[in-house]
């Protein structure tokens, strides 16, 4: 694992073994090879946001669960490598050699995946070297410089003549920057958290809009709603990223019908129902509640008595329900 570079620190081994999965198990369930379920859980491998949603509904947990956070000992690690390799770097030639290469390779008209794969080397090492993050050891040398046509000692002739033409002081100075701003809490490029939060923060957002929590679920005579996303599914794409969006699993006892059995209806907590809508009535403040907080909620059709004010309409049998939130149905999609 010598050229191996921990660029997704997770938590999935841990998660998998609480369950008491192994590994050949995740593995077959999400159709990856068992060398690339290692790989992911020894974080030198990073996960498409399908198989990390895929991974979540396998392993059971939340989104957030499969995240470092700043203050875990692996985030920290991580930070103190990527210091540590600024510091030793600023002098030990590294950054001329990194930003020579990638010169060389621009002229070749090579992208970063051909010459990794030339060289036979990760795309994630190869990149690290062209950005002077690590060092190149002896036997990569003719590999990578064979890769261009030149034997070592060319390419090192190459690069110095590269760097006295002035030819790399612009890429190092852009290489430069980068790489202090990986160290930065807030910063796009760190993917930490300005007050703390996850590992791979932007990763973990653009999976999340994605996802759409669901609160509800049935009993015999209503809906256990509790606001929690500890049960996530993926959101239909026309409610993709749309903030306040969330699904209940309904009764369909209390519904005469209408509404299929095995489904889903989505409903958004910053929408007003009107008469004639569906909506999901809920018997608290939903505001108020807290994620722990379970409370009784409805399906049902909005009606107005003769002061104007409006209420639930049950079927089977019927009722008449006056909640304290109402949230218009926007979607109901089968399962």
């Known amino acids: 694992m010598a050229q191996e570079e921990i660029i997704f620190p997770n938590n999935i081994r841990n998660i998998r073994a609480a369950k008491g999965m ?13 060398s690339a ?26 989104l957030s669960d499969i995240f470092i956070h700043e203050s875990d000992a692996v985030a920290q690690n991580w930070q103190k ?14 950054k001329i050699f990194g930003a020579g290469l990638r010169k060389i390779r621009q002229r070749a008209e090579k992208t970063i995946s051909e010459a990794a794969k030339a060289a036979d080397m990760t795309l994630s090492v190869y990149h690290k070297i062209e950005v002077g993050q690590r060092e190149v050891y002896e036997n990569e040398l003719d590999v990578l410089a064979k890769t261009f046509g ?71 005579k209503s809906i256990l709603l509790k606001k929690s ?11 993709e990223g749309r903030n306040g969006i969330y699904a209940v699993i309904p009764n369909s006892k209390r519904s005469s ?25 809920i018997d608290a403040n939903f505001k108020e509640m807290t994620p722990e907080e379970t409370v009784t909620a409805h399906v049902a059709i909005v009606r ?5 004010k409006l209420y639930g309409h049950l079927s089977c049998p019927d009722e008449k329900i006056t909640p304290k939130t109402m949230h218009k149905v926007i979607m109901i999609v089968m399962k």
Do not use: W
């Open 37 to 62: 379920v290692s790989k992911i859980e020894k974080g030198v491998r990073r996960l498409n946001q399908k198989q990390l949603l895929n991974i979540c509904t396998i392993l059971g947990c939340k």
């Open 229 to 239: 996303d500890e049960n996530m599914i993926v959101a239909p794409a026309m409610l």
């Open 257 to 281: 019908g209408f509404i299929p059995e095995k489904s889903y209806i989505f409903a958004d907590a910053h929408a007003k129902p009107a008469v004639g809508d569906l909506a999901v009535c």
């Open 150 to 220: 030149y034997t070592a000692s060319q390419l090192f002739d190459e690069i110095a003549k590269l760097y006295n033409n002035g030819e790399l002081t612009k890429q190092i100075n852009k290489v430069t920057e980068r790489v202090k701003s990986v160290l930065e809490p807030g910063s796009p490029e760190s993917g930490l958290n300005i007050n703390g939060g996850l590992y791979g923060a932007q990763l973990y957002d653009n999976a999340r809009k994605k996802l759409v929590p669901v609160f509800g679920t049935p009993n015999d």
């Open 304 to 308: 107005q008595d003769h002061h104007g």
């Open 81 to 94: 490598e990527i210091k540590r390799r600024l510091t030793d770097n600023e002098d030990s030639g590294l």
């Open 22 to 34: 192994k590994m050949t198990e995740l593995a077959k369930r999400a159709n990856l090879s068992l």
